[in-house]
């Protein structure tokens, strides 16, 4: 037994050499590039760089063959003749277009086939003519790009110059002239309603004094959230009834929107009345025993028939349940004998002070 060990072992051995040939072999004629091939003629018109005998040719990026002859042509020797050997499979048409493509960082150059729709008779041998300028490389593309524009500067060398010699004159006159041209322009922006934008002016509504004294305070927490009111009334701006712009207030603005405007007058006044109980914004403590919800419906400057300013706020006392308590109408208006920013600001504070004083007495009055 252990004399007949390596012959058997042995036997194995070769045994699988020889299938592993076999299969090596089938796989080369199948896969591996020696099956059934054809041969095309190609001709370059033009050098072909670093192409060599057994350079590969692609069709649409895919390996088929290779280079299998190269010559230069016998009737002009600017053309180079190759012969490529593809794989019988590889659709090859008479009109299918070939080129010289350089792959890697080294630049190896294949030989590319692409597409092709005319079939060519059977039996006729097949010429593929390359694209002009099939075998020019980047490297020789940017060289004759180069070549050109140094062709097209010498030829207009100068014209040029005198171009140049203009601009420097051009640029010279904007320099002396800098004064007036600085004037020309702030003149367009005048004319044209451009430049600086006008400074707004803000205006304050002021909170009434005298409000007479404390006689009765409130006798439970209040607090009064940011006014209701339309989308007309959220604004800076001064709002005239019927609506328009009227001159002398393009840059007129309120201190804050007129809802929150009113709401810290308001607070304010109630301070004015009685400090240590007056009211505060709903933000500033948790659940208070009552709040005192303002719905602005007016506070526009009126200007048909007598010039007047209006205002007229609708109020309700609610409870924490929001029953509510107790509701009113509070307007009022002041004349107005001249319709312009600091004369409608006054106006305003005679008839704000009015309709606080009445809140206030109202409001101490419900709680």
Same mark, same amino acid.
């Given at each position: ?149 140094? &062709?097209? #500067? ?5 014209? =040029?110059?005198?171009? %140049?010699?203009? $601009? *420097?004159?051009?640029?010279? @006159? ?108 709903? &933000?500033? #403590? ?5 709040? =005192?919800?303002?719905? %602005?419906?007016? $506070? *526009?400057?009126?200007?048909? @028939? ?62």
């Amino acid at each position: 037994m252990e004399t007949r060990a390596p012959y058997v072992l042995i036997g194995s051995f070769v045994l699988a050499a020889i299938l592993a040939v076999f299969g090596f072999v089938y796989w080369l004629n199948n896969t591996g590039g020696i099956g059934p091939r054809t041969n095309y003629h190609v001709q370059f018109q033009g050098p072909v760089p670093g192409l060599l005998v057994g350079a590969g040719v692609l069709f649409n990026g895919i390996r088929v063959g290779e280079v299998t002859q190269l010559a230069l042509a016998p009737d002009n020797p600017r053309f180079v003749n190759a012969t490529i050997s593809v794989a019988t499979a590889t659709p090859v048409r008479s009109d299918t277009r070939v080129g010289l493509e350089f792959q890697g960082l080294t630049g190896v150059p294949v030989v590319t086939l692409e597409g092709g729709v005319i079939v060519a008779k059977s039996g006729e041998p097949v010429t593929l003519i390359a694209e002009a300028g099939a075998g020019q490389s980047m490297t020789q593309a940017a060289r004759d790009a180069l070549r050109r524009v140094d &062709t097209v #500067l010498q030829d207009n060398s100068g014209p =040029l110059k005198d171009t %140049i010699a203009n $601009f *420097r004159t051009f640029s010279d @006159g904007l320099a002396r002239n800098t004064g007036k041209l600085d004037g020309i322009i702030a003149g367009l922006e005048k004319m044209t309603g451009g430049g600086t934008p006008a400074q707004k002016i803000t205006y304050d509504l002021r909170t009434p004094k005298n409000l007479g004294p404390a006689g009765k305070t409130l006798s439970a927490s209040l607090a009064i959230p940011e006014p209701t009111a339309v989308a007309m009334l959220q604004t800076q701006r001064m709002l005239f009834a019927p609506v328009g712009d009227r001159p002398g207030f393009a840059d007129f603005l309120w201190a804050d929107s007129i809802p929150k405007l009113v709401q810290a007058r308001l607070i304010d006044s109630f301070e004015n009345y009685d400090i240590a109980h007056a009211p505060l914004r709903t &933000t500033d #403590l948790g659940q208070a025993d009552y709040q =005192l919800l303002i719905d %602005i419906r007016r $506070f *526009r400057i009126a200007t048909e @028939g007598e010039t007047r300013v209006e205002i007229e706020l609708s109020a309700r006392i609610v409870d924490k349940n929001g029953k509510v308590v107790a509701s009113r109408l509070v307007e009022t208006s002041e004349k107005l004998d001249k319709v312009e920013p600091a004369a409608a600001v006054a106006a305003f504070d005679a008839a704000f002070a009015r309709i606080a004083k009445e809140l206030i007495g109202w409001s101490v009055q419900a709680v």
